[in-house]
């Protein structure tokens, strides 16, 4: 159990590399502008060993299809503007995350497998407020924990009305943990149950049914078994038809390249490498050559055009990073090329919005840079000659804990490249918001408006480390003198510190300013479930998690902390 | 150390009461519209033994006066508009919570200590904000850890310039643990430093000093030794005229009545009632006789009058329940008394508002029932024949996870009480903010604006169970028949739950709507911290708590989570 997987030196190595082709426990299908989803899962399709996926259950590797899917629908199908979710088993959409999964996986396992599924959520909220594609749940059966979640994700639910299919969050009850993808703020914040219900509800193991559950807010409409299927058409269509989503001929997301020799991973256009002595990952993200002709070249070019083909690599960066290398606790964010040549791309992209693919390419930007601030390691952006933090990746450096640009040269190369520069442009300004909304300059700046406003007058000039630095821009400009010595400190005292410590602070300096649903799902509500997770009443060899299908109940310590 | 003090089967009893004659660490002076706060902590004065607080450290007994005293300044000096927070030692304002008492305090008591710190913060904040009295730190010395926090929760900051006093937040590099009383979050969201400095300052273990503590916003200015006193001095007298706060005459806060005889502690106006068994507390309050026939009569009753004796109850009572009764998971909040009553001391408050002692009686209720909100324990507020809910008593049973309310009488009592109404009033429409700055009834109602205008439409009205459930303002309405058997499954069935899952719960679901430094302070910040409490990092054998002052630095598990 926990403690064994615990002790594992080497848990499974996980890729997020899939494609419908490939999926075991969920089927994509598109009829005109309405795609369904069907989950339908594979028992013995487990990610790890030692569990069976029983009742349309879920553990990390069905989740990894779901958010594969989500995404190729956003990019290989602009013709669809509403999705149906459902289930192909009877009379169960979904019974949450695979209780035996959560019992034997480490801690670690647990928060990173929490902060993927939340931020798959996430994406499928973002789908429908930013790409027009409305989710619309399809509960066939029953929604318990994690399967009522990924509901709650979704614009509207529909539940069939059977005498027995019921959407609960047993969590509380049955396991001693939250619902903690989302589910207890989506309740509150989201769908406005009262909350004394909410109390009421997610502590009933049983949950609700029927028209109380719209009573309650738990679902926006029940419907009788002979009429399900046409009203969840209905609403599909509907939706569909409200959408402003205009698009056609989706473009192929092309399965990654990616080649690991050693410690050194590569992509087409970024590579990472890895310090295990210093605890480290370098992440050198290559700039474009130039920008795309036109708007019909960027179509044709596709998964291949740089602003798309780099995102995709760096969100499957900080993804494999994250699940498989949790001793490289600081990040170090490097690029390489011409920033006027990544301004360019800015400039094409900003011009073009209105296009359906691009807009997706900027979304996409957005949802991985909002990764970046979710990510619970220490982020340093290394701004050096020969770098190009313009566009959006200047927002990768803005996400990071601090910035470091060198001011001036580095005199001993052999043809030392010309000082770094850094570029503001409207991808800081409002393209890719945080998740409460704010820019990353917003949130920088939260205390200083007059600050705020001479970053952004600064927007399109070329900005050296003494310009930088004098807007607030950069942590540190060091010159040549003192760069190696002054980085080198900075990575070894971070080395030293706590991980947990720098962990919660991260946590708690990224987020400056109002909260919204999003962030109280990350902060707020996947705090307590962390401490909940580590807590003996979980995950203690007489915890609920653990004794969860024995016979036996938990035995709690009975002491409010 | 922790392991030994987590299996005591008794911690000390905490006692809140105490006065400025019997204070051992902080001193207060007045001086006309300035009044001081000097905190010269002894040594030998821990609440518990087992440590020396060095330094000007602190533990609950030193904050238990801190509290006393900020509440003795609201009512008992409605003539002091600025105070003055500063250091009787040497070169040290306050090293911050003393590490040895916390090295060898339960995961619990840490928890716990936290809350109460916090909420004393908030209540200096609010003592600023709500009652004119602008609290100015005065640092004369440095502030590390928790006594750079204590600065950080006034509204000025002044730090001597003497080439060596600093503000530093050295949890980070030092502890493993997070500046858990509010740094972190007012670091950014309040003074709004920019959070790559944040981050660079929270990982400095000797801080900053002088003019760059200035710039980065840490400070509001550093003045010389031979100019401090008197740029403290001007500072206070501007805050002091800038204050709308205008009053004579405070009244004394006499010390509580109470008396504790077996499993019930009685106040003048409350009684406490423990069940171990079914793990309960009882809360019943008792409501007036009358209001006060006029403001002189209020203003000569003082701490005798019902309105200001029974929420000092009130607060003492959670707080010691907090404290010492951990395995009393669920409170019961019950009344007494004619609810027509309660209304007539709600409308006399309201009438005299602009009267600073009545104005000082509501912002204390609404600290009281704040925390409520912010209480790991489970509330039900029972409503039933011969209860007084109107008014703030309302507002107590808002704050519950669920109210229950008795349709029609109990029939078998020998004289039946007529069946119990609930009043709504400004108490509830917006006397009585939540943190966030939200209505309980709004919070209540995030979903649904009609149900809110409903709830509001109906006050000054007798509610009685029928109209109260119609109106969402209680959870369930069972009659005589049902209300014995529903009442106690509820009970037993929340003490059968996993204490951690509900505190996790209660603290996700109470808190819909919007977050701001107090909120996020309570959730985001305190989950993370709470989270890292229970780590071996920090809490271990190895972990920096308990290796630090030893000699040996600790030993961190490197992997990121």
Redesign the interface.
């Known amino acids: 159990m926990s403690v064994t997987h615990e002790d594992q030196a080497a848990p499974p190595l996980v890729s997020f590399d899939t494609e419908p082709a490939r999926y075991r426990h969920w089927r994509m299908s598109v009829d005109g502008p309405v795609a369904t989803l069907t989950l339908d899962v594979a028992e013995d399709g487990g990610i790890t060993g030692g569990y069976e996926l029983k009742m349309n259950s879920y553990d990390l590797g069905v989740d990894i299809e779901l958010h594969d899917a989500v995404q190729r629908l956003r990019f290989e199908h602009p013709e669809v503007r509403a999705v149906v979710m459902t289930s192909g088993k009877d009379r169960m959409f979904c019974a949450g995350a695979n209780i035996r999964m959560l019992a034997q996986a480490s ?2 396992w647990k ?2 497998f929490c902060k993927f599924t939340n931020e798959t959520r996430s994406g499928i909220e973002d789908a429908t407020s930013c790409s027009g594609q409305t989710y619309i749940a399809a509960l066939n059966g029953t929604a318990a924990g994690g399967g009522y979640e990924l509901a709650l994700a979704c614009d509207e639910i529909v539940l069939i009305d059977d005498g027995s299919s019921a959407v609960a969050l047993p ?3 049955l ?4 619902p903690g993808t989302g589910g ?2 989506r ?3 989201k ?10 509800f ?2 009933t193991a049983e949950g609700v049914r029927g028209e109380k559950a719209v009573a309650w ?1 738990l679902a926006d409409e029940t419907v009788k078994a002979r009429d399900f299927a046409d009203a969840v058409q209905r609403r599909a269509r509907l939706a569909a038809d409200r959408s402003a989503r205009a698009g056609a001929g989706g473009i192929r997301l092309t399965p990654l390249r990616r080649v690991t020799e050693g410690d050194v991973t590569r992509y087409d256009h970024l590579r990472v490498e890895a310090d295990r002595g210093a ?1 480290t990952a370098t992440i050198v993200i290559a700039g474009p050559d130039e920008p795309p002709g036109s708007l019909d070249e960027l179509h044709a070019e596709g998964a291949a055009a740089w602003p798309l083909a780099v995102v995709r690599e760096l969100d499957d960066a900080i993804l494999t990073l994250r699940a498989n290398e ?2 490289l ?1 600081t990040w170090l964010l490097s690029s390489e090329g011409d920033p006027a040549a990544v301004s360019e791309v800015s400039r094409f992209l900003l011009k073009n919005r209105e296009d359906w693919l691009v807009n997706e390419i900027i979304q996409f930007w957005k949802r991985t840079v909002r990764r970046l601030d979710a990510t ?2 220490s982020l340093f952006a290394l701004i050096e000659p020969g770098s190009c933090f313009a566009g959006p990746l200047l927002e990768v450096a803005l996400a ?4 470091y640009m060198l001011d001036g040269v580095f005199t001993d190369a052999d043809q030392p490249a010309p000082p770094a520069v850094i570029r503001v442009d409207e991808f800081s300004l409002g393209l890719l918001p945080t998740a409460s909304g704010m820019t990353r300059l917003g ?6 408006q007059a600050e705020l406003d001479a970053a952004a007058a600064a927007a399109g000039q070329d900005l050296d480390a003494a310009r930088a630095a004098g807007l ?1 821009l950069v ?1 540190e400009a060091p010159d040549d003198l003192d760069w190696d010595d002054e980085l080198r400190l900075a990575i070894e ?23 919204n649903c999003e962030t ?1 799902i990350f ?3 996947s ?6 997770f ?2 003996p ?2 995950a203690g060899p007489e915890g ?1 998690l653990r004794r969860y299908g024995t016979g036996q109940r ?1 035995d ?6």
């Open positions: 801690h670690a928060v990173n969590e509380v009850p396991l001693g943990v939250l207890l703020t309740l509150v914040d769908r406005g149950v009262r909350r004394d219900r909410a109390d009421v997610a502590t807010r605890g949790p001793a606790g619970s390691r990071a804990d601090r910035q949130v920088r700046f939260c205390g200083a607030g942590t005292e971070r080395a030293s510190f706590s991980p947990d410590a720098l962990t919660g602070m991260e946590a708690n300096l990224r987020f400056a300013g109002p909260e109280k902060g707020r509500l705090a307590w479930q962390n401490w909940i580590q807590r009443n979980a609920a938990a709690y310590d009975r002491k409010r902390v």
